[in-house]
């Protein structure tokens, strides 16, 4: 697509239920990224996906939160058991991937999945 | 480890005037600086980068930005701002060396800019 694309744009659940957010980025992106961004937090890396594998993922918060990339393109992020603290807007990027260079490679945001856990 | 800071939470410029919007970093090796925009309830807009060469960086509606290496900063700068411009602006690097083979962005924590009439 032109650009990345997350969904839904907005999500409201109840504490303890699990949600997923998927992200399809943009074609030919090897590399995709999750953020979160909540209030008066600034940006907050999760995990990063080159291709299918995820070489890092040390912004995990904690256990209940898990991501997946299929086929080289769309990823899932899921949070299991909400808690309020969960909620925020959580952020998918992607960018090129090239040897050597890839550390410059721009990378190019969607528009965000909101999360309010009530 | 990698880090910026955006020292000032707000930016309040009439319009007209010049802005600047400051940032500095610390990384290990060599900066690769980024800044992006976003607008209330939006995602991130890509605004321009400093990856190489030319210190003085020239990227989207007007803005540039000049790497200063000893100074270690990165501070965006547009000549005669606009009332559009009002946003929230945040900063970004990554060091060029990945040995953890990880090619996340670091973000700053944002600064408001305000483009008074």
């Known amino acids: 697509g032109a650009g990345v694309s997350q969904s839904p744009s907005n999500k409201v659940t109840e504490k303890g239920k699990d949600v997923e957010l998927r992200c399809d980025p943009i074609s030919g992106h090897t590399a995709l990224y999750w953020y979160r961004q909540s209030l008066g937090q600034g940006l907050e890396f999760l995990i990063y996906?080159?291709?299918?594998?995820?070489?890092?993922k040390s912004g995990l918060p904690s256990d209940r939160f898990s991501a997946e990339r299929t086929g080289g393109s769309v990823s899932t992020l899921t949070i299991q058991r909400t808690q309020q603290e969960d909620s925020a807007v959580y952020l998918c990027?992607?960018?090129?991937?090239?040897?050597?260079?890839?550390?410059?490679?721009?990378?190019?945001f969607g528009e965000g999945s909101w999360l309010t856990v009530v | 480890a990698q880090s910026v800071a955006q020292p000032e939470d707000q930016v309040n410029v009439a319009e007209g005037n010049p802005l600047t919007v400051k940032c500095t970093y610390s990384v290990s090796g060599n900066p690769y600086l980024f800044w992006y925009v976003q607008y209330p309830n939006r995602g991130l807009q890509f605004l321009l980068k400093?990856?190489?060469?030319?210190?003085l960086v020239k990227g989207s509606y007007g803005f540039e930005a000049e790497f200063n290496k000893s100074q270690t900063s990165f501070h965006l700068k547009k000549p005669s701002a606009l009332v559009s411009d009002s946003a929230l602006y945040f900063c970004?690097?990554?060091?060029?060396?990945?040995?953890?083979?990880?090619?996340?962005?670091?973000f700053g924590k944002g600064t408001k800019l305000s483009v008074i009439p």
């Open positions: 970004a690097v990554r060091d060029s060396y990945s040995g953890a083979g990880s090619y996340q962005l670091t």
């Open positions: 400093y990856i190489t060469g030319d210190n």
């Open positions: 996906f080159q291709g299918n594998s995820a070489p890092d």
């Open positions: 990027a992607s960018s090129r991937w090239s040897q050597g260079a890839e550390s410059g490679n721009t990378i190019y």
